[in-house]
């Protein structure tokens, strides 16, 4: 019964530091650019994108293709980071 209460424990501790080590990765911002900075998007540490900001060179209706692309390199940059 010893080990038993011990593994408890350490269970325990194990789940309050995997609790921890997600709210650090929610808390942490990784920026990712693509197109010599022209867009520009920021990420946490969990992937979720919080922010993007386009150059409005880019909002040319004829443009937009790029700019798709250019956002989706940005967020390849900022996962790879």
């Given at each position: 019964m010893k080990n038993l209460a011990g593994l408890m424990k350490q269970a325990t501790q194990m789940q309050a530091r995997m609790e921890e080590m997600q709210a650090k990765l929610e808390d942490m911002v990784i920026e990712g650019s693509a197109g010599?900075?022209?867009?520009?998007?920021?990420?946490?540490?969990?992937?979720?994108?919080?922010?993007?900001?386009?150059?409005?060179?880019?909002?040319?209706?004829?443009?937009?293709?790029?700019?798709?692309?250019l956002i989706l390199a940005a967020s390849a940059d900022a996962r790879k980071k």
């Open positions: 010599a900075g022209m867009v520009m998007l920021t990420m946490n540490g969990k992937g979720d994108m919080k922010s993007i900001t386009i150059d409005p060179k880019l909002a040319d209706p004829g443009e937009m293709e790029m700019l798709q692309d």
